[in-house]
């Protein structure tokens, strides 16, 4: 069993706003659990949204994929938020130069910024990625997520990578609040692991995608927050089946870590 602080613990460290809720809510809720919707209908999305919205932590979107979207969709999710408790990311896997990033995230159809409370981004652009988004998000107390790790087969996002994702964030730790990574990168408790590729049974799909136990990620690679997606929202009864991942994450955290 490893020494570690507990979620709790954690929020009174870090300062900013995100990170302090995220960690607090997942402590009151009980739950390191968030939710990949990855459906191309905004109806679809905004009821899963609202039908998991208690057991989990945090919903992850992808705006960009919805067929339906029309311009009311962030406010109808943040208003589903608030009444359930969950911190809203946009996994837009920025990648541009720091000037074009930032009209994406604020302007387009999709708006991010008005509703987003995390966004994601590649390092593969260097620093002026993060400056960029930091201009839009910044000011308005949402954060930023870094790609330090990918759970795709044949991924390019290891080693040196990896630790120049770590390195950044140390570098813009007013602004970004994580990684997206497969296990714990980083030691300093401010930063928030969220993992990919979960289920409860280890295994592949046909595009690449590999998928690791709760057990693992949550308790030998001591990350913070596992992502599921079709695993839950592809089940016969959903909610249920998020249930079950809630159960297992909250058990792997407990059991795993010597908490103060």
């Not at 459906?39 to 999305?45: A, E």
């Not at 400056?131 to 910044?138: A, Q, R, Y």
């Not at 970004?176 to 980083?186: D, P, T, Y």
């Amino acid at each position: 069993m490893t020494e570690q602080l507990s979620y709790l613990k954690r929020a009174s460290l870090t300062r900013h706003p995100i990170a302090q809720k995220l960690f607090k809510l997942m402590e009151d809720k009980k739950t390191n659990l968030a939710v990949a919707a990855d459906s191309t209908s905004q109806k679809h999305v905004l009821e899963l949204a609202d039908a998991l919205g208690p057991s989990i932590c945090l919903f992850k979107t992808h705006v960009d994929i919805l067929s339906d979207f029309t311009p009311d969709f962030g406010k109808q999710l943040q208003e589903i938020a608030k009444r359930h408790q969950f911190v809203i990311f946009e996994d837009r896997k920025f990648a541009d130069i720091g000037q074009t990033s930032a009209l994406q995230y604020a302007g387009g159809i999709y708006r991010i910024a008005d509703w987003a409370d995390l966004v994601n981004a590649h390092i593969v652009p260097g620093p002026g990625i993060i400056e960029g988004l930091k201009t839009v998000g910044h000011p308005k107390g949402q954060g930023l997520l870094l790609l330090a790790e990918m759970s795709s087969q044949g991924t390019l996002a290891k080693g040196a990578y990896t630790k120049k994702a770590a390195l950044l964030a140390e570098q813009f730790n007013d602004y970004v609040v994580g990684f997206i990574s497969l296990r714990k990168i980083s030691s300093n408790p401010t930063f928030i692991h969220m993992t990919p590729g979960v289920k409860l049974k280890p295994g592949k799909d046909s595009l690449g995608q590999s998928y690791r136990t709760v057990e693992k990620i949550i308790g030998k690679n001591l990350s913070d927050l596992i992502i599921v997606g079709r695993d839950i929202t592809h089940a016969k009864d959903p909610l249920q089946q998020a249930l079950l991942y809630q159960q297992a994450g909250w058990e792997a955290y407990k059991s795993s870590r010597d908490l103060r």
